[in-house]
């Protein structure tokens, strides 16, 4: 398991934003190409509204979303991701916008932070991707992705306009 690389006081922590944002926006800074994603696919921390997820079920791919604050209804799932059972080999996309990778950041900066359960969490979400499938997250986690064993994975990152932070793409080959 990855050490954590920097430690704060949890004063100096911002508290994780929490908002939701349109579809489009998300495909842009994750580098999804929605002509050419594997199936299916799962949206972590997907928002109460799950724009994503609804957006592209309109475009015709199986998609499906879990959020703690999310009804369950069709494809939303009110679960929390700590809990949730990702499988094995189950999902041909994961995508977490501003959801998972940010609150596992904000918990390996805080001095009492759950670190080693995201840390367990992460590997259980890699393990639930198909072979060729890929994670789509952002922010990137360069403590972790280090980290990864290059036969296994193939790790791209991409900017993402000013921000001080990239957008992660995870391949399992
Ligand atoms: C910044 S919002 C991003 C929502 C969506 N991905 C988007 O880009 O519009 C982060 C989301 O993560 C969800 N979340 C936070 N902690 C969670 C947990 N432990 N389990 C499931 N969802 C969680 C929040 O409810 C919130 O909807």
């Known amino acids: 398991m990855p050490k954590r690389f920097i ?13 939701e944002y349109n579809a ?6 994750l580098n ?9 696919v799962l949206d972590i ?6 724009n994503l997820v609804k957006f592209l079920q309109k475009h015709g791919i199986r998609a499906t979303g879990i959020d703690r604050f999310t009804i369950s209804k069709s494809n939303l799932t009110n679960a929390d991701w700590l809990e949730f059972d ?16 940010n609150h596992f950041i904000h918990h390996n900066l805080r001095e009492d932070g759950d670190y080693a359960n995201y840390a367990k969490k992460y590997m259980d ?3 639930s991707l198909k072979s ?4 789509h997250y952002a922010p990137n986690l360069p403590f972790v992705e280090i980290y990864l064993d290059k036969k296994q994975y193939m790790v791209r990152t991409y900017d993402i306009g000013d921000f ?10």
């Open 7 to 19: 430690q704060k006081k949890d004063s100096e922590i911002r508290p994780v934003a929490c908002s």
């Open 24 to 29: 489009n926006l998300q495909i842009e800074i």
């Open 32 to 40: 999804i190409d929605i002509t050419n994603l594997i199936e299916p």
């Open 45 to 50: 921390g997907c928002g109460k509204k799950g």
């Open 86 to 101: 990702f499988g094995t080999e189950k999902w041909g996309t994961v995508i977490s916008n501003l959801g998972f990778s």
């Open 125 to 127: 979400i890699l393990k």
């Open 132 to 135: 060729g499938g890929s994670f």
């Open 164 to 173: 001080d932070y990239q957008a992660c793409v995870i391949t399992k080959l």
